[in-house]
């Protein structure tokens, strides 16, 4: 099996191999031999890929990389929400603000109006 297999990946040039450009859609024929490339991001077959393109990569099973991918969504999900809710703090913090000196510029401004009439019944 070995020397078959050893045979099968010979027959290509390292170039090729490394080049190779994957199919958006992984090989029907192997459906329950599936991993998936934390790496890449991508479905591979255990038979029909070539193990060059994958050789640093991260591997995994299907279920493991489903849970995987799965937590990291759910914490960048709770990242952006904790996001959101720090900016919606702020933005009230920064309406508040702005009621308060407009309030202020207004109160600002009648003092100043009162001080300039006596100023000019002087």
Known sequence: KLANIVERYSAFPLDAILNARRAARPCQAHDKVKLFCLTDRALLCFFCDEPAL?????????????????????????????????????????????????????????????????????
């Not at 914490?75 to 933005?91: F, P, V």
């Open 54 to 122: 994958h050789e640093q990569h991260q591997v995994t099973g299907i279920d493991d990389a489903f849970e995987e991918l799965q937590r990291e969504l759910k914490e960048q999900l709770q990242a952006l929400q904790d996001s959101e809710r720090e900016h919606t703090e702020a933005l009230q913090l920064l309406k508040r603000q702005l009621a308060e000196t407009k309030s202020s510029t207004k109160s600002l401004r009648t003092t100043i109006g009162e001080a300039f009439e006596r100023l000019h019944r002087l």
